[in-house]
């Protein structure tokens, strides 16, 4: 039986630009076994898409939720958004 597939789009702010935020995050998904793609954002947050089982995708959100040693996780907003979206094959940084 084939794990079920999800997909969730993530906002973080905080102090989250300038700290290794997003190679954190390229990390985190690599270890999941997870796609999708994290950028930083011009309003000074950064965006997370991700799409892979539910429970995976738990351990990503609670890892965004801490972020990298430098960051300051203010705030994660979560949304779910369709996984035919998002590659499940790769990770990258835009």
């Known amino acids: 039986m084939t794990e079920p597939i999800s997909a969730a789009r993530w906002l973080i702010s905080g102090c989250v630009q300038g700290v290794g935020f997003?190679?954190?995050?390229?990390?985190?998904?690599?270890?999941?076994?997870?796609?999708?793609?994290?950028?930083?954002?011009?309003?000074?947050?950064?965006?997370?898409?991700?799409?892979?089982?539910?429970?995976?995708?738990?351990?990503?959100?609670?890892?965004?939720?801490?972020?990298?040693r430098m960051a300051y996780v203010e705030n994660v907003d979560k949304a779910d958004i369709p996984h035919h979206d998002v590659d499940p094959n790769v990770f990258h940084i835009s």
Do not use: I, K, M, Y
């Open 22 to 68: 997003r190679w954190f995050v390229l990390r985190q998904a690599e270890e999941l076994g997870v796609g999708g793609w994290a950028r930083n954002l011009p309003d000074g947050r950064v965006e997370v898409v991700a799409s892979g089982p539910p429970a995976v995708l738990e351990q990503l959100d609670a890892a965004l939720q801490r972020g990298p």
